[in-house]
């Protein structure tokens, strides 16, 4: 979305978009044809690039992932924000939620994300075993968009895109879901990238996009 007021340009997106535009521009998704970028945060933001082009849906709604239903096909009566989020992505995915439900495991109430890292780095079984549950799932809704999109590059952003072992784990999910999946679907197994800009993609993607809006206007003069 493109604005200008008071001779001042304005250029407006998703942050998801942003980040995946960061990407394409000059960071881990370069030179690629199709790819998605997934960003997690409190929530799930998520982008696609299909065959040179960043998708924007019908309404410009393409990538509001955080409410895609992976539980029951009905959230359990009566609804409420509680009961509806027990089966929506972001609940399981979004990362404040899981680090707040670590701590809880472990009688931890203050536990943040980089002590929690440090102790699935250190093999606590507990820890280790609730993050091999949240890759799980990551891994799971993944196949599923290859499935659906036979897309090779998923990039993952956000500010837990800094923990190697998250993209490393996920990778090796893909390949063991991949395995499950063989008997009845030969489907390539993506390949999971690290986003170069992590936590900031969407703030470079920002810069990209009024970058590429104000050399339009320019007619193409730097």
Request: charged letters at 20%.
């Amino acid at each position: 979305v493109r604005r200008q007021s008071e001779g001042v340009s304005v250029s407006l997106d998703k942050d998801s978009n942003a980040a995946l535009l960061a990407e394409l521009t000059s960071g881990c998704l370069q030179g690629v044809k199709s790819a998605i970028a997934i960003i997690l945060g409190t929530a799930i933001g998520m982008a696609f690039y299909l065959n040179g082009k960043i998708y924007y849906g019908d309404h410009y709604y393409a990538g509001e992932a955080s409410t895609t239903m992976i539980g029951a096909p009905r959230p359990a009566a009566p609804l409420s924000v509680q009961s509806i989020s027990q089966i929506i992505w972001s609940n399981y995915n979004g990362v404040p939620g899981f680090v707040h439900r670590v701590g809880k495991a472990i009688g931890r109430e203050d536990l943040g994300g980089h002590e929690m890292f440090s102790m699935i780095g250190a093999g606590d079984q507990t820890v280790c075993a609730m993050f091999e549950e949240y890759c799980d799932i990551l891994a799971s809704q993944i196949m599923n968009l290859t499935l659906f999109l036979d897309i090779d590059h998923i990039a993952i952003g956000g500010g837990v895109s800094d923990q190697r072992i998250l993209i490393e784990k996920v990778q090796d999910k893909l390949a063991e879901a991949n395995s499950y999946l063989r008997p009845s679907a030969n489907a390539p197994t993506p390949k999971v990238l690290q986003c170069k800009y992590r936590n900031d993609a969407n703030l470079y993607g920002a810069f990209y996009s009024l970058q590429k809006q104000l050399k339009e206007e320019r007619g193409g003069a730097r």
